[in-house]
């Protein structure tokens, strides 16, 4: 650590960090958000688990956006980021994230910081090789790290593997202008495990690259028999090739079922829908679409280089670092330079592909990014080192410890056509005593060091949430000046709005009980309400009328079998509770909002079943408008 380390992560009380980065929360489900240099915690975004802390996946309007095709899943295992790139540069508009268990690609705006978006990919069995972004943003794509049967032929022997299981390539189209998600095809691809990905750019734009593991499709004992063959490969795809094929109508449309959720911003809810048919390309029918690359020994990260002529793959195996090369490939190709085929697809000889080796780089290489000055910097998870590297000459720079075993490294803008340099950032698995223990699990953790001279220094340690995997950073300046800061009430288009303390109200339909509630500093509206019974659906829209930036309000009440809410200004949420037993029930405002947020509360009366309380509302007392149809 060196001398001046302190002040190059020192960003003074009232300014602002330089970078965001965007870090993934494996598997809490989440999204860690924190500024770089100081490694401040800024926030946490919940994408594929539920948040007790703001009501995302308790709150009405949100649990769509946790429906499957299984239902209701409220977690999964969150590994990596993609920020949306156009010409392959930041654009500081979405970050894309998988979900890796349940399969599904999120995608949160970088106005809002809310997860506005959920499609679960069918035909995947692990999600792992996901998301990946192409140069513009075009597509969304998403690998399945298992293979699975698939098709009509689901119920088989696990031991037919080799005949039955195949692997799946999602390929989602993202609109230009409202960034929702749509499967354009699948590509149906030999059984093997497809570990990561990354898009081509410049001169290899319209590729595609995937490591792969287990090309041995073994299904039992993988620590093992999938360890036996000297390589396995990178899969190379000519995603043009498959838009050709898929305009000739050369797709198969295949029944499937999966969940397709969006949060929209108007009518600040969610909805789900449950589509059935998605159209896939067969790789081994149709030439042309995919190579292998052989590529020692059970590659993890395959990464593509700013000029994107050089592709990594990282073989955590092996003891050397192969960078292939997009010009030879190409040759190869045209040239047919072939070892021989996989089930009909080519297999190019690796030494026509491969641009050179870096020697003795380190034990275990997972994960590669790259600076601004033509260097390499990828991340040894049992050495516990990052080390740094000429693409071109393929010489090892520099090496540094990590603390301890490293599994992903980030550099602002690494994985684009124009990285920042300055810092790259290490996500670590296993931190033992770097911090104040706390039992048995410890904190999981980043560091920063300085990449700006020829060695790299270490900066800082910082504590993260849940277990990083990928993380990427980018300027703040590409985010900061949109950031939203209220929902402008007048386009509330909530079904359920209170559109002003004058019109809250509480209405009856049936045994459901509706409480149009308005939330302003310091009170609720209405904070009186009797008439309810034991057994009632009751349902408190929350509206929050406030119009500035940083005052949201909450709402709680006792006994509810969920969680809070937290209403933004602007917004309406719902609450359901469903009281079980007769009483008075308070509910308050559970964000300090105010010198009076503790008066902001109030009481709902619940008598039995069968009483004739009138129902009523107030801040005083008010009829209330019954609209049970009276028999
Ligand atoms: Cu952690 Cu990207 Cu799931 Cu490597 S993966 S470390
Ligand atoms: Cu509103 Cu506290």
């Not at 910081?113 to 943003?137: D, Q, V």
């Not at 009366?605 to 049970?628: H, M, Q």
Request: include cysteine; hydrophobic fraction near 35%; proline fraction near 6%.
């Amino acid at each position: 650590m060196s001398g001046d380390a302190a002040s190059k992560v020192y960003v003074a009380p009232g300014k602002y960090d330089e970078f965001y980065n965007i870090v993934s929360g494996g598997f809490n489900g989440q999204i860690g958000v924190y500024g770089i240099p100081s490694g401040r915690l800024l926030k946490i975004l919940p994408v594929f688990s539920v948040f007790p802390e703001n009501g995302y996946g308790y709150s009405e309007e949100t649990k769509p956006m946790l429906n499957t095709s299984h239902g209701f899943v409220p977690w999964d295992d969150l590994h990596h980021i993609a920020i949306s790139t156009t010409n392959g540069e930041h654009d500081g508009r979405w970050v894309f994230a998988n979900g890796n268990n349940t399969p599904r690609v999120a995608r949160v705006s970088l106005k809002s910081f809310r997860t506005e978006e959920i499609l679960e990919l069918p035909n995947s069995g692990g999600n792992h090789s996901s998301p990946f972004i192409t140069e513009n943003t075009e597509y969304v794509v998403a690998g399945t790290r298992f293979s699975v049967p698939m098709g009509d032929k689901k119920d088989v022997p696990i031991s037919s593997y080799k005949e039955n299981f195949k692997g799946s390539i999602s390929f989602i189209k993202v609109d230009q202008q409202t960034g929702h998600m749509n499967i354009a095809f699948q590509l149906r691809t030999p059984g093997f495990n497809y570990d990561l990905s990354r898009a081509g750019k410049g001169p290899s734009h319209g590729w595609f690259f995937f490591s792969t593991y287990n090309t041995e499709q073994a299904y039992t004992l993988l620590e093992v028999n999938a360890s036996k063959k000297d390589k396995d490969y990178i899969m190379a795809v000519n995603w043009k090739k498959a838009e050709e094929y898929l305009a000739q109508g050369k797709g198969k449309t295949e029944k499937v079922r999966y969940a397709h959720n969006v949060y929209d911003e108007k009518t600040h809810s969610a909805t789900s829908k449950i589509m059935e048919e998605v159209t896939v390309l067969d790789v081994s029918e149709l030439k042309d679409i995919v190579y292998f690359i052989p590529c020692p020994k059970s590659p993890h990260g395959c990464d593509v280089d700013p000029t994107g002529e050089y592709i990594v793959g990282s073989g955590k195996l092996a003891a050397t670092m192969p960078v292939f090369s997009f010009t030879k490939l190409q040759n190869a190709i045209a040239k047919k330079d072939y070892e021989g085929d996989f089930n009909g697809i080519p297999v190019i000889k690796y030494e026509s592909v491969l641009h050179g080796e870096v020697q003795k780089p380190g034990l275990g290489p997972l994960h590669t990014e790259f600076d601004d000055k033509g260097n390499a910097y990828t991340s040894m998870f049992l050495s516990s080192e990052i080390v740094k590297w000429n693409v071109k000459t393929l010489e090892v720079l520099d090496r540094v410890p990590t603390y301890y075993s490293i599994g992903h490294l980030s550099i602002p803008g690494g994985p684009t056509k124009k990285p920042w340099g300055k810092y790259v950032i290490a996500y670590n698995k296993i931190t033992k005593d770097r911090y104040l223990p706390t039992g048995p699990e410890l904190a999981q953790s980043a560091q920063l060091y300085d990449i700006s001279g020829d060695k790299m220094k270490l900066l800082l340690d910082f504590p993260t949430t849940g277990e990083p995997h990928y993380a990427e950073a980018i300027p703040a300046n590409l985010i900061t000046p949109n950031v939203l800061k209220i929902y402008k009430i007048e386009e509330n288009q909530h079904p359920y709005v209170t559109l002003g303390e004058g019109k809250a109200r509480v209405e009856r339909k049936g045994n459901q009980v509706h409480v149009y509630m308005t939330a302003i500093r310091s009170h609720l509206n209405p904070d009186n309400i009797e008439g309810v019974r034991v057994g009632d659906e009751v349902y408190f829209h929350v509206t929050n009328l406030e119009q500035d930036w940083d005052v949201p309000h909450g709402f709680a009440i006792k006994g509810a079998l969920n969680a809070e809410i937290l209403i933004m200004p602007g917004e309406t949420q719902t609450l359901k509770w469903v009281p079980q037993t007769t009483g008075v029930f308070p509910f308050y405002c559970t964000d300090f909002c105010s010198a009076l947020h503790q008066e902001m509360s109030g009481y709902i009366r619940v008598s039995p079943a069968v009483s004739n309380v009138p129902l009523t509302f107030g801040t005083g007392k008010t009829e209330a408008n019954d609209t049970t149809t009276k028999k």
